[in-house]
């Protein structure tokens, strides 16, 4: 997968380059490059930035740096026979990032994340960005951050670990929450007494059946004491 990203404030990414995604990138699994945007101006003080129309708190971002990086970025397309590359706008005013999200975009060719700062960005650069391709405004929740940069580390990251390979043992991530619209059951190891805190007795009895059942019935009462949301969404499928 080719994953190219814009921003101001390129150094965000630099922790991208550890651990199971570093190593991703180093075995050609995953071509991420992350590029200023500023490079795409052409002003001595390279502005992204100006006042917006009809007034108000803020900049707006400008949107000929991005009409430019855009064009740059999905004309040099992996392939010819691409449809063009999935265009990813972090915004708290998206539609919501979930563990499906991650899954759909993580079968895609080539991502482009454009994180935005200040008050935001144009509006005419999202109808620009559709005609190169398929465009998404992408929250991480509610609540507000910043700027993009790290809800698009948040993406990348859950995105990154659902490509084949990127993830040693492919069985851990089956088990894990959100996967099956449940919460992850409780994990332990030794000692199987600590400070006066047993280890549950049914995950000492070697009965792989009974383990199954209790995990299961962990997951749930989990899920339905700390996201009861997560239930009421099954049975309205
Ligand atoms: Cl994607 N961007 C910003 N700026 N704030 C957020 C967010 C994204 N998701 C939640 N809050």
């Known amino acids: 997968m080719r994953i190219d990203v814009l921003s101001i404030f390129p150094t965000y990414f630099d922790g991208l380059a550890l651990s199971l995604l570093g190593k991703a990138q180093s075995s050609g699994i995953l071509d991420l ?51 063009g590359p999935t265009i990813i706008f972090p915004s ?35 109808e620009y960005a559709s005609s190169l391709g398929e465009v998404r405004l992408i929250s991480l929740g509610d609540y507000v951050l910043n700027g993009g940069e790290v809800a698009t580390m948040a993406m990348i990251e859950a995105i990154g670990r659902l490509i084949p390979g990127v993830v040693g043992n492919p069985e851990s991530l089956v088990e894990e929450s959100h996967e099956d619209g449940l919460l992850e059951y409780p994990s332990y190891t030794k000692p199987s007494s600590w400070r006066d805190r047993p280890v549950p007795d049914v995950l000492l009895s070697g009965n792989h059946k009974a383990i199954a059942a209790w ?13 009861p949301d997560l239930l009421a969404d099954e049975s309205e499928d």
């Open 215 to 227: 995990r299961r019935d962990q997951q749930i009462e989990r899920t339905r004491a700390r996201r």
């Open 92 to 126: 708290p005013a998206g539609e919501v990032f979930t563990q499906a999200t991650a899954r759909d975009l993580s079968t895609r060719e080539h991502l482009i994340f454009g994180c935005g700062r200040y008050e935001g960005i144009d509006e005419r650069v999202f």
């Open 33 to 83: 490059t992350v590029r200023d945007l500023r490079d795409w101006t052409s002003d001595r003080h390279r502005t992204v930035d100006d006042t917006p129309y009809g007034g108000g708190a803020g900049m707006v971002m400008k949107p000929e740096p991005w009409a430019l990086a855009l064009d740059d970025l999905a004309s040099a397309a992996p392939s010819p026979s691409e449809q």
